[in-house]
Structure formats: C-alpha cells, structure tokens
C-alpha cells in the first residue's frame, strides 16, 4: 500500500513572472554549465535559479525562494490538491501524470526502485531539500493501473480548467490543471493506495527526500508526477555508451567467440536492436557491426547477475565486453572517464569520427516490463539502464515543506 497526499502547491504567479512556460527548466542532471547559465539569463524567475544549486550556492538559493513567496512571484494554493500535468512533445505525443506528495518509505515498501544510486548527487540534493524547505524538481514515476481506475481518473480531470499553460525553453508545451473535488481527491488516494509506484526517474532525488526528513510535515512526503504505465507515451529511451580507453586490434575477432556478428550501417543498427532485446552495436572507425549473444555469452555471464536483467543488453555488454575484454569494471564505470553516455546516436558517431572515443556501443532501450520485473526482484540494473522520455520538467508546482 502506498500513501499519496494532495498538497498545497507553490506556483508561478503569471501576473508577475510573465510567460509561464519560459520559466520551467530542464532537471540539475540534464543540463551543463553553459546551458545553465543560459537558463538563468533568460528570466530573474527562472527555476534554475534553484534547482541548480550546489555548494554554497544552496543558501542563496533558498533565500531566492524566499524573495519569489514574498514578492508574489511565487504563490501557495489555498486548499490542498492533486494537479494534472500534460507534457506535448515529439510528434504530436501526450503524456499525462498526476502530482502529488507520495509519502516517504523505504524501497520495496509501495515504492519500487530499479536503478543504483551514487552518494555524489544525493548529498547534494538532501542538503538542497532541507535548506530550500521545498521539493523543487518533481520524481517521475508510474503505476501498473490494472483495473483502469486511475486513467478514468485522469480523464476527468483533463476536463478541468486549465490553471497554467506554456511552452518551455526545449520546446516542449505543457498544461498544468488543479484537482481540488473532495470526491475526486479521495477516489485518486483511494486508486494509489491500491497500487504499487514504480519509479522511472529520481531515485536519487527519493533517497535524498529520505534522508531530509525532519519535524517539519511536508518533509515525511515527497513530489510525484505518476503515469499510467498504460500511457502510450511513456516512453523509455536508450542509452548507449561511449569508450574511451584503448581497445585492442583483436576486439571484433574476439567478440566473435560469444556474439553472431554481422556487417550494419549507423541508419540500420538501431532498428536491428529491438527494445528489450540483448542485442549490441558496435561503432568503430571502421565501421558498424550487430552483434547478436550466442550460447557462449549467455555461458560467460556470471552467477550472481539476476534472472530479472541478466539477458538485457547493458548487463551483456558490461559482463561479456567491457569488463573481460576491454578491463573497465564497475570502478572504472564510476570513475566516469573510460565510459560517458550518450541518448543519442549522433552524438556516438561524433565521438567515435573525431576520435575523441575508440569504439561505441549502441544499446536498445528496456521495456516498461523489464524494469517492473527487476523492480519486484528487489534488483537493480546495471548502471545508466533506463532513461524515460522526456524527462518531467521543473517549476510546474513546488512541494513545500513547511
């Protein structure tokens, strides 16, 4: 069972902010210093004011947060809610979440995690959390909604008026409805508590929230924007990895002891990758070849990997190829230097034509499947396995704490 609340949200004040799509920004993990910096030139209320925060900076930020409340750029709703956000993006798509304050459990406890963490980011974010006294950046989740009693739920409620709506700096358009009806409010904490959450993007960002909780009583919940695993536009992307180190002249002959190996094309591999499938590309400066696991890979891997995700790509790549073949085990991986990523398939071919990669690998993306199964395995798969498309944007609505 698990408990989501609605809340009083902080919203942007159009009257004083201007346009409000220009105000929402990208999540910390997302963006460079250069776009950044961009960002926070675009608009004195820019939520990457905020949500950027590090270090010292942390301070001013909740101090910025502060300013906004008092000036009225930002403001509390009166009662509390549930809010429907829809996310228009890519070829006339539509996504479609509910937001609201899931109360903080340990994993396996109605939450369900499928990914790693790394202590770097969640010191920061507990530490944002706690000093701005509001979760800023919204936790991207969705629920299996077997009985459909959600996305009847949401179907009413994109009647609704809308509260908010704009057009954010990458694009992307966005409609933002609040849901204040008793009745309603009740029968959507009714169709949660029924379900299970599965976490598509955030974990660090859950665990942060964990570990932030303290006397004041928003602080025991933490901001969700939760799908229907139903919704045809909840996408799951790829993401394919970029090396680094040196390879031998011997890699593809000894790839061929555990993988069928055929010729392809950069506009060909990607296609030849179905999602969920164990299959690999490799891009090399001489060219593109699909690799497909035989018996012999299968045989390689090792004992402890689990059932749930031992037959997904990344685990074959890092089990069978990185780690025996290329000698970038998970330390390495951690390290950041021998092996970056990349979502997109240009951006690989880039690296590896200038030369500023030796090979890439082109992975097919999990499906939604995959990553319920490792979830209820309580397993985690392999470093940067998932990415969900296009990630939830933030400024929509704040969580305050207070």
């Known amino acids: 069972m698990v408990n989501v609340h609605p809340f009083r949200g902080l919203r942007y004040n159009s009257d004083i902010v201007g346009d409000w799509g220009t105000v929402l920004g990208p999540p910390y993990d997302i963006v460079d ?3 950044t910096a961009d960002l926070k030139a675009s608009s004195p209320h820019q939520i990457a004011h905020i949500e950027t925060a590090a270090g010292d900076d942390i301070t001013a930020a909740a101090q910025t947060l502060k300013d906004w409340r008092a000036s009225g750029a930002i403001i509390k709703d009166d009662a509390p809610s549930f809010y ?15 937001f609201g304050a899931v109360e903080l459990t340990p994993w396996g406890d109605g939450v369900m995690a499928h990914e790693r963490t790394m202590p770097g980011p969640k010191a920061t974010r507990t530490v944002l959390r706690s000093v701005v006294g509001a979760d800023v950046s919204p936790l991207m989740a969705f629920v299996p909604d077997a009985d459909g009693a959600l996305a009847e739920l949401i179907d009413l409620a994109a009647q609704l008026p809308i509260l908010d709506e704009g057009t954010d700096p990458t694009g992307d358009s966005h409609t933002l409805r609040r849901i204040d009806g008793a009745n309603t409010v009740m029968r959507i904490g009714e169709a949660f508590a029924n379900d299970t959450i599965y976490m598509a993007d955030g974990h660090h960002r859950y665990e942060s929230a964990l570990a932030s909780i303290d006397e004041r009583p928003g602080s025991r919940s933490v901001l969700m924007g939760i799908a229907c695993a139903d919704d045809p536009a909840l996408v799951v992307g790829a993401t ?5 180190t040196d390879v031998p002249a011997s890699l593809l002959a000894q790839l061929g002891r555990s993988f069928s190996i055929s010729e392809s094309s950069p506009a060909e591999i990607v296609a030849a990758l179905p999602d969920g499938s164990s299959s690999i590309g490799l891009v090399a400066s001489q060219g593109v070849w699909h690799l497909e696991p035989t018996d012999a890979a299968a045989r390689s891997m090792p004992d402890d990997v689990p059932d749930a995700w031992r037959t997904l790509a990344p685990a074959v790549l890092q089990h069978v190829i990185l780690e025996p073949l290329l000698g970038i085990d998970a330390e390495a991986l951690a390290g950041g230097q021998a092996v970056t990523y990349t979502h997109h398939l240009n951006e690989l071919l880039e690296a590896v034509g200038n030369g500023s990669a030796s090979v890439g690998f082109v992975l097919p993306a999990p499906t939604l499947q995959d990553v ?16 969900f498309v296009p990630k939830l944007p933030t400024g929509l609505v704040l969580h305050p704490l207070d």
Not at 84 to 98: M, S, Y
Not at 240 to 244: G, L, M, Q
């Open 33 to 35: 210093d250069s776009q």
């Open 84 to 98: 429907l956000h829809e996310h228009h993006f890519g070829d006339g798509q539509v996504r479609r979440a509910i």
């Open 240 to 244: 394919h990895r970029v090396v680094h």
């Open 372 to 387: 319920i199964d490792t979830a209820d395995a309580g397993s985690f798969m392999p470093q940067k396995s998932t990415y």
